[in-house]
């Protein structure tokens, strides 16, 4: 990947804000037996605009497939853990956990960012997941600075999430970011060893993405549906993924919400 100059790194953080705003406007627009997934992915549209960037995933065509995405966000839905798509016939429904994931970029510079959020009340098993999902990204971000290793993120993450007893997404992987949604050459697994791994270096920027579930975290995918991955358990899995920047200030959130 090619290593960001600071100014870079700044329009990374334009597109990031809007990110994060854009998820705070899907989060808070859900009314539990009303709202759809299509209707938050619309919201999701009308947000980025509002701050001057563009859906990045809408037109978009993943390494991992044959056509381009055709919607603003991914929303997944409990047992399915990510790239799930937004639909005019889901109605979210009270105790349903959900994952909203979308890239926002400003100028051409992407920050992807997700969140998973309760819909009214939900499982206090629901909730732990959510709260060690959440907190394993923020032990894999403590680790990204200059010097240490791409393992030291994702040993990170790994040892949380198996003393917590979540299961670990298999296969799915965080990834750099910059010019476009996914830059090649940069996997940042969710599982590692501490010293291994890619030397992190000032100037890299990439999204950090613990997917776990409350049973084993083995994936399924569906014939009829290139998209969405679900838990071959069928168990509740989230997803909370920060674009971040190495900095000699140690590691740099690019997709916080603005400090206003
Ligand atoms: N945030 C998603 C990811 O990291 C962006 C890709 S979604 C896609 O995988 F379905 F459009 F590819
Ligand atoms: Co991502």
New binding site residues.
């Given amino acids: 990947m090619k290593l960001k100059t600071e100014n870079e790194i700044a329009a990374m953080r334009e597109a990031g804000k809007a990110a994060a705003a854009s998820l705070i406007a899907m989060r808070e627009a859900i009314v539990p037996g009303e709202t759809t997934t299509l209707q938050l992915d619309e919201i999701a549209g009308e947000t980025l605009a509002k701050y001057g960037a563009k859906a990045a995933?809408n037109g978009?065509k993943?390494p991992?497939?044959k056509v381009p995405?055709l919607h603003n966000t991914?929303i997944s839905v409990n047992d399915e853990i990510?790239?799930g798509v937004p639909r005019r016939g889901y109605v979210l429904h009270d105790g349903d956990i959900v994952g909203l994931?979308?890239?926002a970029s400003v100028d051409g510079w992407c920050a992807?960012s997700?969140i998973t959020v309760p819909v009214g009340s939900v499982s206090d098993k629901a909730k732990r997941l959510l709260t060690v999902t959440r907190e394993a990204l923020h032990k894999g971000i403590a680790q990204a600075k200059a010097g240490n290793h791409m393992g030291d993120v994702g040993s990170a993450i790994q040892r949380f999430a198996e003393q917590q007893r979540c299961g670990i997404a298999e296969d799915l992987v965080?990834?750099g970011v910059g010019v476009s949604?996914?830059e090649p050459g940069l996997d940042v697994p969710n599982r590692g060893r501490a010293g291994q791994g890619v030397r992190l270096l000032l100037g890299m920027t990439f999204?950090i993405?613990p997917m776990l579930a409350l049973g084993k975290g083995v994936t399924l995918q569906k014939n009829n549906d290139p998209?969405t991955v679900w838990t071959k358990d069928h168990t509740l899995a989230a997803h909370f993924?920060h674009t971040v920047a190495i900095t000699e200030n140690g590691p740099l959130i690019l997709t916080l919400p603005a400090k206003d």
Avoid: K, M, T
Wanted: charged content about 20%.
């Fill in positions: 995933l978009y993943p991992f497939s995405y991914c990510i790239h994931d979308l890239v992807d997700a965080g990834h949604v996914h999204a993405e998209w993924e």
